[in-house]
């Protein structure tokens, strides 16, 4: 694998026969969590693919002429020329697979299949999440001598990774950087002794067998399993989203408000995380617009108080978005005032969304009890309608997500298992 910079694009790009190219950039978890998979992938795949990465930051005219607009970006080059479909955001390790299987021939492919080695591995609990709820519970069960693994789709910390400043964690005086306290966390627990196995794909997950595989060819087995595997934005359901998404559309503003020095921003959604992050985007951003649907914001007073004393935010309220598209370089917003029915078209930079979450629950058979929007029921001790089956955090049926009830929820499950296992 190699690092290039945009003077290296002509002869290491265009002019080889296959090529895969990560842009990248810093203080961005998902890049973070690709890049185990790209290392690991280039493994695989290098003899026939080039591997290369390039630092976005420092590439920017580049990043710009080839409309590279999110990080991470992957894109593919077949004889200088681009192919197979870019990948970016939260990238998949089946997704990567999937395009670069489509450059080589059937005989290749089936070559480097071959050379992958299936493994089985037991321990007492598997974890599946490693945010707050995740970290916490591996934390205890790894005190009380519990042979646990923690297993995440992305690197280890959850939505606190890209959450800019945290200031109600308790026992820190000053608000925390989101990243920090999420890599204390997740450090505190692996330094114990939990096994990580993060920035995998989970291919399967038997809840009744105790049994998760990872990567197709990896089988986890264990006597008890905690879900923690939180929630994931929302949608708009707006036109145009999945196809900008990564392409002027973003949900994390760590991750790409840097590339908005000296822009403008349109910011869906009123609720503390559409606030906060507001706020932290316009350390960058000229001027930034919230659109939210109701006739009053939902975040808390002091995020709200933020929002209005910086003169570079302004909200409109009672609409919602219903076109995105592009236009040269700019983002159009269509937004509809729910009250007048009234369209207006928002023009931007970038279009930043934070419109509420959904449980992530894909995965699980649907044997377990679900509440009426989707999220596990548990008892007190944090158990499923499963036995050996327990939930924490964020995905579980409840009235309060913070990082201070899935910590508590995690420190409940792993007594209760400690308990059983004694
Ligand atoms: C922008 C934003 C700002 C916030 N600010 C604050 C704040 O200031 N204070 C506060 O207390 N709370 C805040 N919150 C809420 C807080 O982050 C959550 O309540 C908390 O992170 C929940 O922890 P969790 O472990 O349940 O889930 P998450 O933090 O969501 O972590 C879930 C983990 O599971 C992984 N995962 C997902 N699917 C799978 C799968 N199938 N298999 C394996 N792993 C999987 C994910 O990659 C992730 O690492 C904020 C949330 C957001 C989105």
Redesign the pocket.
């Known amino acids: 694998m190699k690092e290039i910079n945009e003077s290296e694009f002509e002869s290491e790009v265009l002019q080889s026969n296959k090529v895969i190219l990560d842009f990248y950039s810093t203080e961005c978890p998902p890049c973070e969590a690709l890049a185990t998979k790209y290392e690991d992938l280039s493994k695989l795949y290098g003899n026939e693919i080039k591997f290369l990465k390039i630092f976005r930051q420092n590439n920017r005219d580049l990043a710009d002429r080839l409309g590279v607009k999110s990080s991470p970006t992957l894109l593919f080059f077949r004889d200088g020329i681009e192919v197979a479909g870019r990948l970016t955001g939260g990238i998949k390790r089946r997704d990567i697979i999937k395009n670069l299987d489509s450059m080589l021939t059937d005989e290749k492919v089936a070559l480097i299949k071959s050379n992958i080695r299936p493994g089985v591995s037991e321990y007492d609990v598997i974890i599946?999440?490693?945010?707050?709820?995740?970290?916490t519970a591996g934390l205890y069960l790894c005190q009380a001598r519990i042979n646990t693994v923690l297993?995440?789709?992305?690197l280890?910390?959850?939505?606190?990774s890209?959450?800019h400043?945290?200031?109600?964690?308790p026992g820190f005086i000053e608000p925390q950087a989101?990243y920090m306290l999420s890599h204390n966390m997740s450090e505190q627990t692996k330094l114990c002794g939990t096994v990580y196995k993060v920035a995998v794909d989970?291919t399967r997950v038997d809840l009744d067998r105790k049994e998760v595989v990872i990567d197709e060819y990896e089988t986890v087995k264990a006597r008890k399993i905690v879900i923690?595997?939180?929630?994931?934005?929302n949608l708009t359901g707006a036109s145009g989203e999945k196809e900008l998404k990564g392409k002027g559309i973003s949900y994390c503003a760590t991750c790409d408000g840097k590339y908005m020095d000296g822009k403008e921003i349109v910011v869906i959604g009123g609720g503390?995380?559409a606030v906060?992050?507001s706020e932290y985007l316009t350390r960058f951003a000229k001027k930034l617009t919230i659109v939210h649907q109701f006739d009053k914001l939902t975040a808390n007073k002091k995020a709200q108080d933020k929002v209005f004393g910086n003169p570079k935010i302004s909200v409109t309220y009672n609409s919602e978005p219903r076109v995105f598209k592009k236009d040269g370089d700019k983002i159009v917003t269509e937004i509809e005032n729910l009250k007048t029915g009234v369209k207006e078209n928002l023009i931007s930079d970038g279009v930043f969304i934070?419109t509420g979450?959904k449980p992530?629950i894909?995965?699980f058979d649907d044997k377990l009890e679900l509440d009426k929007w989707g999220y596990i029921r548990t008892d007190e001790d944090m158990r499923t309608n499963i036995p050996g089956i327990f939930a924490?955090?964020?995905?579980i049926s409840k009235k309060y997500?913070?990082?201070?009830?899935?910590v508590a929820?995690?420190t409940i499950a792993a007594m209760a298992i400690a308990r059983e296992m004694d």
């Open positions: 599946l999440g490693a945010g707050p709820g995740g970290l297993i995440d789709i992305s280890p910390g959850g939505h606190v890209t959450t400043e945290v200031s109600n964690y989101g989970i923690a595997t939180g929630t994931t934005p503390n995380s906060e992050e934070f979450m992530n894909g995965l924490v955090g964020d995905v997500r913070q990082i201070t009830t899935a929820d995690g």
